[in-house]
């Protein structure tokens, strides 16, 4: 429930809106520091997760990614292409679960380097250390 108005009583069950504090991430920066961030100047995740290999978590790895991700969606776009040309639509058929299985990694890599290159630009304008865990 919100508030309607300032002279008028609250409701029951009315709860305040949360302050900024709480939105902030607390992070080790890489000079060692404790930092706290917001959200957006935080980007994309930093921590290794439970996985073997370290993920790619800096906007010029997120790049590289995006851009090879590119050029496996236009070799998508040529298999298209050749089965429109050469009417193979049972091709087409069989294989239809690669074109969602390429798009969504293509959408995310893009995404992800966009947030992290706006996460770089406020952290340069608040003078902020790059986060790494």
């Known amino acids: 429930m919100a508030r309607r108005s300032r002279d008028v009583p609250q409701e029951p069950g009315y ?17 060692g520091e404790l930092v706290a961030y917001t959200p957006d100047e935080y980007g994309v995740r930093k921590d290794s ?21 590119t050029a496996a969606m236009g ?11 050469q009417d193979a639509w049972q091709i087409a058929g069989e294989v239809w679960w690669v074109f969602p299985a390429c798009i969504f990694p293509f959408v995310a890599a893009w995404y992800s380097y966009a947030k992290e290159r706006k996460a770089e630009k406020l952290r340069r304008d608040r003078n902020l250390p790059r986060p790494v865990d």
């Open 15 to 31: 709860t305040p809106g949360r302050t900024g504090e709480e939105d902030l991430i607390h992070r080790r920066a890489e000079n």
């Open 49 to 69: 997760g439970v996985g073997i290999i370290k993920p790619v978590n800096s906007s010029n790895g997120i790049l590289f990614l995006a851009i090879l991700l």
């Open 75 to 85: 070799g998508l776009v040529y298999f298209v292409v050749q089965v429109i040309r």
